[in-house]
């Protein structure tokens, strides 16, 4: 299966040692070698870098390093293929607009007869490559797409009740992890995956570690956070890191089977819980 990695922060971070944590396991250290992406945002737009190859052994991955982008959003994807060539228009995370700015989609799972089941639904949006995922991505976005039409972008709550049933609509077909963001916010499912220590698939397929740093105080600066780089030396810092698997030693807290988060600014603004029945709609959390 492929991994996912996410970082959603209130000041610009460039990610260090987790993205190298990452990228070994495109190769390294796991069996994910067909090919790796990252997509820093700044703004509305997106800098997007993706390469067919294992991540572990990339010079794009150093590159990243060298250049140290600082974004308060990213994502990014190290692939195992398991459908569709190893090539680049089935490398992820894929992008694409819609109202006026890049909308940004991971996924790790099979999701097997999804497009059979689902051709008709896909509206104006057409996958480029062949997998499963971007078709899914292009079912979200057709979803999404009536939202955007008016002047003003959508309000959260309607932005995550899509979400929400686009996620139960994956999950019958198989694994459903995914990333999504429309640049402003992160939406995050967790469902299930092949779990190293049996082999065999079920929750958690998705992991969450929430930081923060204190701003300056008496002349102090403030403790860093491990495997970021503040962009502001002297701010307050909070970040929210999604992924497949813990990259640190720290207390990383699992993501229930069927979750839907959506964060921003490094906050979990929001949550549906995994045991609510499909007609319930998402909890909003007091920000």
């Known amino acids: 299966m492929c991994e996912l990695l996410a970082m959603s922060s209130l000041e610009p971070a460039t990610l260090s040692i987790s993205l190298e944590a990452f990228s070994e396991r495109g190769g390294l250290r796991a069996p994910h070698k067909d090919g790796w992406g990252a997509a820093f945002y700044a703004g509305r737009d997106v800098r997007r870098l993706r390469e067919t190859g294992a991540a572990s052994q990339s010079s794009g991955i150093r590159f990243l390093s ?6 308060r ?26 109202g006026g700015r890049m909308h940004v989609f991971a996924h790790n799972g099979d999701l097997i007869g999804i ?13 480029i490559g062949d997998t499963d995922s971007e078709h899914a991505f292009c079912l979200l976005l057709a979803r999404l797409a009536p939202l955007w039409e008016a002047p003003e972008p959508p309000p959260l709550d309607l932005r995550l009740e899509v979400v929400r049933r686009f996620a139960a609509l994956l999950r019958p077909f198989g694994p459903a ?21 049996c082999g065999r698939i079920e929750p958690p397929g998705l992991f969450t570690l929430c930081r923060t740093c204190p701003a300056k105080i008496e002349g102090r600066a403030p403790k860093p956070i491990e495997g970021l780089t503040l962009g ?23 993501v ?22 499909e007609s319930s709609g998402p909890q909003l959390a007091e920000s």
Do not use: C, M
Request: aromatic share 8%; no cysteine; proline share 5%.
């Open 177 to 197: 992890n995914f990333l999504y963001s429309d640049s402003e916010y992160l939406f995050a499912h967790g469902h299930e995956r092949t779990q190293e220590s």
């Open 66 to 71: 060298e250049q140290q982008y600082r974004s």
């Open 73 to 98: 959003l990213v994502l990014a994807h190290v692939r195992q293929a398991t459908k569709g060539a190893v090539s680049l228009e089935n490398t992820q995370p894929f992008a694409r607009e819609l």
């Open 115 to 127: 497009e059979e089941a689902t051709a008709p639904d896909l509206g104006r949006f057409r996958p």
């Open 256 to 277: 229930g089977a069927g979750e839907v988060l959506a964060i921003a600014g490094g906050r979990i603004l929001s949550r549906t819980g995994a045991a609510l029945p």
């Open 232 to 254: 502001l030396t002297e701010a307050h810092q909070r970040v929210t890191l999604i992924a497949s698997v813990p990259l640190t030693a720290e207390r990383w807290e699992p």
